[in-house]
């Protein structure tokens, strides 16, 4: 960029009133230096900076832009909702329909509670596990990340089976001497901590489809096991599907593997780009939350009209025939063609999709867990990103993250990402 620029302009301003200039620490560019774009519009596949520079984009605003931006629908939708006003702090029926609609999608989720962030959705799933079961030990894993509740900031301990570390200043030890933090896809660690302390565990929590340590896909046999476990010991298993689901496949992970949960916390993709997220299960576990039962959650702006009415429509025009047959093809088609570039190069790189979302690698395999994720080259995939992204196409600031495509992707899009890459890649041999 050059001096003048108004990003720069602008992160120099954002920095006088806000931490780091950003109100979500990822987008301040700290895991890849430079200035953070400031965006100020965007479309289908496509947005702009403060610059007037057009970057394809790869983050979808992490995950819920599935249908492109500013989907005319959308935002008619929005526009409508918003006319009859904006929030009134009683029920409406877009709520019953949205709940209505996700029990159809999702048939595991009988009830569900409509929150505002994946945060909360994670945190009151933990609270109702804990509260149902009357114990306090969970279970979660390295590299999977849940939204920032206490309990669940946590690294793993200095040992396998001893309880873990905050990785936040500010998370009393105490909140976190409750949760096991074990390696994902290890069934033998699961097995361990359940001989261990299988009669404490209230519950596992899990992305079941991992994309916050770039994309990683759980082994089958690991969430078979870990189904398995749980029944047997009465403890609750939780996927945390706030972004694999409604991304991964219609019914979200727990279709694609044929697992069930007991309860499910959703976001991103449910809110078409506004504050829902939600989680939900069986009808007997959900009869526990207030104002029904003894778990407490609530919230003012929870199951909000307007974001409700960009929600249904976006849960609408995913479901149109062949949706997600077309959104897989477009992300096999990216991960295929950036493989392929990068071979012609000679640089050490792979990678993978399912469904719309993807991950990419500077390293010689797929990673399957955290610590192999961890030993790509960072540095390499830093001077890829910058590279890119003076080429016009914006992937996440950050090694550990996966990338998502939307419906407005076509094939144009993507072979003008592959052909950046091409030359990109020619760069970094
Ligand atoms: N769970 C998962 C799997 C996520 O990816 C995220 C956010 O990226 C969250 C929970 C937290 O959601 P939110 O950022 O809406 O609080």
């Given at each position: 960029?050059?001096?003048?620029?108004?990003?720069?302009?602008?992160?120099?301003?954002?920095?006088?009133?806000?931490?780091?200039?950003?109100?979500?620490?990822?987008?301040?560019?700290?895991?890849?230096?430079?200035?953070?774009?400031?965006?100020?519009?965007?479309?289908?596949?496509?947005?702009?900076?403060?610059?007037?520079?057009?970057?394809?984009?790869?983050?979808?605003?992490?995950?819920?832009?599935?249908?492109?931006?500013?989907?005319?629908?959308?935002?008619?939708?929005?526009?409508?909702?918003?006319?009859?006003?904006?929030?009134?702090?009683?029920?409406?029926?877009?709520?019953?329909?949205?709940?209505?609609?996700?029990?159809?999608?999702?048939?595991?989720?009988?009830?569900?509670?409509?929150?505002?962030?994946?945060?909360?959705?994670?945190?009151?799933?933990?609270?109702?596990?804990?509260?149902?079961?009357?114990?306090d030990k969970i279970i979660k894993f390295e590299g999977c990340y849940h939204g920032h509740a206490d309990?669940?900031?946590?690294?793993?301990?200095?040992?396998?089976?001893?309880?873990?570390?905050?990785?936040?200043?500010?998370?009393?030890?105490?909140?976190?001497?409750?949760?096991?933090?074990?390696?994902?896809?290890?069934?033998?660690?699961?097995?361990?901590?359940?001989?261990?302390?299988?009669?404490?565990?209230?519950?596992?929590?899990?992305?079941?489809?991992?994309?916050?340590?770039?994309?990683?896909?759980?082994?089958?046999?690991?969430?078979?096991?870990?189904?398995?476990?749980?029944?047997?010991?009465?403890?609750?298993?939780?996927?945390?599907?706030?972004?694999?689901?409604?991304?991964?496949?219609?019914?979200?992970?727990?279709?694609?593997?044929?697992?069930?949960?007991?309860?499910?916390?959703?976001?991103?993709?449910?809110?078409?780009?506004?504050?829902?997220?939600?989680?939900?299960?069986?009808?007997?576990?959900?009869?526990?939350?207030?104002?029904?039962?003894?778990?407490?959650?609530?919230?003012?702006?929870?199951?909000?009209?307007?974001?409700?009415?960009?929600?249904?429509?976006t849960l609408k025009l995913i479901q149109a025939p062949g949706f997600y047959e077309a959104l897989g093809?477009?992300?096999?088609?990216?991960?295929?063609?950036?493989?392929?570039?990068?071979?012609?190069?000679?640089?050490?790189?792979?990678?993978?999709?399912?469904?719309?979302?993807?991950?990419?690698?500077?390293?010689?395999?797929?990673?399957?867990?955290?610590?192999?994720?961890?030993?790509?080259?960072?540095?390499?995939?830093?001077?890829?990103?910058?590279?890119?992204?003076?080429?016009?196409?914006?992937?996440?600031?950050?090694?550990?993250?996966?990338?998502?495509?939307?419906?407005?992707?076509?094939?144009?899009?993507?072979?003008?990402?592959?052909?950046?890459?091409?030359?990109?890649?020619?760069?970094?041999?």
């Amino acid at each position: 960029m050059t001096s003048n620029s108004k990003n720069d302009t602008l992160f120099a301003r954002a920095q006088k009133t806000t931490p780091g200039g950003v109100n979500s620490p990822v987008r301040a560019f700290r895991s890849v230096g430079g200035t953070p774009r400031f965006i100020t519009r965007a479309e289908g596949p496509y947005f702009w900076d403060a610059d007037g520079k057009r970057y394809i984009d790869y983050i979808g605003s992490w995950g819920p832009a599935i249908v492109g931006h500013a989907h005319p629908e959308v935002v008619a939708a929005v526009q409508q909702a918003a006319a009859r006003g904006l929030s009134f702090g009683a029920p409406t029926e877009g709520e019953i329909e949205m709940a209505e609609e996700i029990h159809r999608l999702v048939p595991s989720i009988e009830q569900v509670r409509l929150v505002s962030s994946g945060t909360e959705a994670t945190m009151s799933a933990l609270r109702l596990a804990r509260g149902a079961t009357g114990r306090d030990k969970i279970i979660k894993f390295e590299g999977c990340y849940h939204g920032h509740a206490d309990s669940l900031l946590v690294k793993a301990g200095s040992g396998l089976l001893t309880f873990g570390n905050p990785t936040s200043a500010g998370v009393p030890e105490d909140f976190v001497k409750h949760t096991l933090v074990l390696d994902y896809n290890n069934v033998e660690q699961l097995q361990d901590a359940f001989d261990s302390f299988g009669a404490e565990i209230a519950c596992v929590i899990v992305e079941p489809v991992a994309g916050n340590m770039n994309l990683i896909k759980a082994k089958p046999e690991f969430l078979q096991a870990m189904r398995a476990l749980c029944t047997q010991h009465g403890a609750i298993l939780i996927f945390d599907e706030v972004m694999c689901g409604f991304r991964v496949a219609l019914g979200g992970a727990q279709a694609l593997y044929g697992i069930q949960p007991d309860l499910t916390a959703l976001g991103k993709v449910i809110g078409g780009g506004l504050p829902v997220a939600a989680f939900g299960g069986s009808a007997a576990l959900m009869h526990n939350m207030a104002p029904l039962g003894g778990v407490y959650q609530a919230g003012t702006l929870s199951g909000n009209p307007v974001a409700v009415a960009a929600g249904m429509t976006t849960l609408k025009l995913i479901q149109a025939p062949g949706f997600y047959e077309a959104l897989g093809a477009t992300a096999a088609r990216l991960a295929q063609g950036l493989t392929a570039a990068a071979k012609e190069a000679g640089v050490a790189f792979c990678a993978d999709s399912i469904g719309g979302m993807f991950g990419i690698y500077f390293s010689a395999t797929v990673p399957t867990s955290y610590a192999e994720m961890m030993a790509g080259d960072r540095s390499k995939f830093n001077t890829f990103f910058h590279a890119m992204l003076d080429e016009g196409v914006y992937f996440a600031p950050a090694a550990f993250e996966a990338g998502f495509v939307s419906a407005q992707h076509d094939d144009a899009v993507i072979d003008a990402t592959i052909e950046a890459a091409r030359r990109v890649f020619a760069k970094l041999a």
